[in-house]
Structure formats: structure tokens, C-alpha cells
């Protein structure tokens, strides 16, 4: 048995773009920016959706939203994502990249939010 929850919203934006994708979710949403200097590609858009991660993505792609979903188990999250019919695409870190069908990006990564939040909104998966 494990536990996952969806963590957080992602705007990815290619890199060349993404200081400016920032300024314009900052500004669309009304929220302040924040960043951290061991985490470069990622600009915060804080409280931009209550209870999510919200944050701008610098990426060496095209584009695109992406879900980030935190797992006490992150085999098993994988695995369970997987037989739905997900498909591995990488591995970054602790983290599983899949695809899920219709062709979203997803990740898959270890507990990353306070303990208590994950205790009470996490949901349990045999």
C-alpha cells in the first residue's frame, strides 16, 4: 500500500522564454514571483492555486503544463500509473517522468510537501 497527491501545477516554458512566461502568470494571476538559488529553472507563483505548487518551468523543450504527483512509494506510484496506461519516458533524480495517455507529461516524485499535508491529503492506493 502507498500514498500520493497531486503537488504541483507546472507552466513550462522554453528556456529562452520562461523569465518572461514568469512576469506574465505573475502578473495574469496577481501573485508575487519567488525563487530559490538551488533551483535555477523554477520561478514560483506563490499562492497562485491554494494548496498547489505553482511555478514556471524553464525546459530545453516546447510549451506545455505538466502535473507533479508526490508519492511516499514512488515505484509503486510509477507502477500504479503505468497500468492505467502512463508510459515511462525518463528518469530525472528521484523523479519518473511518464506520459500519460492523450500525451501529457507527468512526474512522479518523493514526498515533498510538510508531512502533515501529505498525511491529510494524500490518497491511499492498494
Known amino acids: 500500500m502507498h500514498r500520493s497527491r ?14 518572461r512566461s514568469a512576469e506574465f502568470w505573475s502578473a495574469a ?45 514512488v515505484a509503486a506510484e510509477t507502477a500504479r500509473l503505468i497500468g492505467l496506461g502512463a508510459t515511462e519516458v525518463t528518469r530525472w533524480l528521484e523523479c519518473r517522468i511518464l506520459r500519460a495517455p492523450g500525451g501529457h507529461l507527468l512526474c512522479v516524485l518523493p514526498v515533498e510537501s510538510p508531512p502533515e499535508v501529505f498525511a491529510a491529503q494524500a490518497r491511499t492506493w492498494p
Open 6 to 19: 497531486v503537488y504541483a501545477l507546472l507552466i513550462d516554458a522554453p528556456e529562452a522564454e520562461a523569465a
Open 29 to 73: 494571476l496577481g501573485v508575487p514571483t519567488r525563487t530559490h538559488p538551488s533551483e535555477p529553472q523554477f520561478v514560483g507563483l506563490h499562492e497562485a492555486l491554494p494548496g498547489l505548487v505553482t511555478a514556471v518551468q524553464a525546459v530545453d523543450d516546447v510549451a506545455r503544463y505538466h502535473l507533479d504527483i508526490e508519492t511516499d512509494d
